[in-house]
Structures are given as structure tokens and as C-alpha cells.
């Protein structure tokens, strides 16, 4: 066995020591604390949402507690591994507060528990609802990681730091055919501000 592995049997550590190390990986990566809420899903743990910021950039971040406590899983599995699989949280980032955006927040970080979807970079989730009050955004996509992985030790795969940016249906339709890169592109040509929590759809090439 190598000298790093945990024994069979070892004891896992608890959700609290996870989300821990996570909630310490947010504060080092953008600053401390503004405000939390926490929302309940029917047969999934309470799932809290952190405001940081604004930054002296004017960004703010809502970032996500307690989507890693179970690692994601195919759905089809007859067992589930409570160790084996990855974890992840996630941060959207807009440059105006939309304090709104709370409950869909935690029901995307609830979506791997409810819909059984495994989240990683280019993965689209649709709410469909308005991720905040008046947004044109019910979507998001899956970017790829900035920040390290949390690691916590015995506590299975580290657990991924997950962006999302919202995205609306049209454009939700445009990666479903085209792909994630082909989306980013157009946005890139456009000179789209993704952050922006006011942005319409950015213009579609035709087919």
C-alpha cells in the first residue's frame, strides 16, 4: 500500500471538514464573506450560497457550499460510492449584485443529486427559470477551472472549483449543435461582456 493511501476502513472525513476547506479556498481566492442563504431541495442536503464582493474591480461572485458533499455519479449505477467520483462547486461572477440569483444557484449545485448529471467544463444546465429576478438567462455553461483544486485528505478526488456563465436559450441552442468552443467563439468575436447582468443574446451566425 502506498504510505499515502488511507487504510480499508479508514474513516472518511465529514461533509463540515469538506465544505470547510472549500469555504477557505473561496475566501483566499476573492475575499470574505458578504452574505449567505441556504435552500433545501426535497431529499438532498441544505446547499448554501455565498455573495463575495464586490472586489475593487466591482466584481461579485456567488460561489456555492455543498454540492461536494457527495462526489457526482452516473444515475444508471446500482451503488453508489460515497468516496469514489468527482466533487465540485461552483462560482458565477457578474459586475452588479443580483442577489436574486440564490435559489438557482443551489439548484444547480442540487442538480448532480436530483438530475444525477455529472458537471465538468463544456456541460450545460438549464433551470428553466430566470437565474435571477428579470434575467434573460435561465442556463448556464460550465467553464473550465482557474483556481486550484481543494484537496482534502481521505476525502476521495479533490474537488473541482467549477465557473459558470450564464447563458440564454438561444444560446443554449447554438452549443447544443454547435458545441461549447463554437459558442465561446462567437462570443470572443462579439466582444461579449459575460459578466454583465444586463446583456441580451449575443447575435447568432446563421446555420
Keep these: 500500500m502506498p504510505p499515502d493511501a488511507e487504510p480499508p476502513g479508514a474513516e472518511?472525513?465529514?461533509?463540515?471538514?469538506?465544505?470547510?476547506?472549500v469555504e477557505a479556498a473561496w475566501?483566499?481566492?476573492?475575499?470574505?464573506?458578504?452574505?449567505?442563504g441556504?435552500?433545501?431541495?426535497?431529499?438532498?442536503?441544505?446547499i448554501d450560497?455565498?455573495?463575495?464582493?464586490?472586489?475593487?474591480a466591482g466584481a461579485v461572485r456567488y460561489v456555492t457550499l455543498g454540492m461536494a458533499r457527495m462526489p457526482m455519479s452516473d444515475p444508471r449505477a446500482v451503488v453508489m460510492d460515497p468516496v469514489a467520483g468527482p466533487r465540485a462547486e461552483l462560482v458565477l461572477t457578474l459586475?452588479?449584485?443580483?442577489?436574486s440569483i440564490l435559489r438557482a444557484m443551489a439548484a444547480l449545485a442540487s442538480a448532480p443529486a436530483v438530475d444525477g448529471l455529472v458537471l465538468a467544463?463544456?456541460?450545460?444546465?438549464?433551470?428553466?427559470?430566470?437565474?435571477?429576478?428579470?434575467a434573460e438567462f435561465t442556463a448556464v455553461l460550465v467553464n473550465t477551472p482557474t483556481l486550484p483544486d481543494v484537496v482534502v485528505a481521505g476525502g476521495g478526488e479533490p474537488i473541482r472549483l467549477l465557473p459558470v456563465v450564464p447563458i440564454t436559450g438561444a444560446e443554449l441552442a447554438y452549443r447544443r449543435i454547435?458545441?461549447?468552443?463554437?459558442?465561446?467563439?462567437?462570443?470572443r468575436e462579439a466582444g461579449t461582456d459575460l459578466h454583465a447582468p444586463t446583456?441580451?443574446?449575443?447575435a447568432i451566425p446563421p446555420a
Excluded: M, N
Design 121 to 134: 467544463p463544456d456541460a450545460t444546465v438549464d433551470t428553466g427559470l430566470p437565474l435571477w429576478d428579470g
Design 27 to 36: 475566501v483566499t481566492a476573492f475575499g470574505p464573506v458578504g452574505s449567505r
Design 199 to 202: 446583456r441580451r443574446t449575443t
Design 178 to 187: 454547435h458545441g461549447a468552443e463554437a459558442l465561446r467563439e462567437v462570443w
Design 12 to 21: 472518511q472525513p465529514s461533509g463540515a471538514v469538506l465544505l470547510a476547506a
Design 95 to 99: 459586475s452588479r449584485r443580483r442577489d
Design 38 to 46: 441556504s435552500v433545501s431541495f426535497v431529499g438532498v442536503a441544505p
Design 49 to 56: 450560497v455565498l455573495r463575495i464582493g464586490p472586489d475593487s
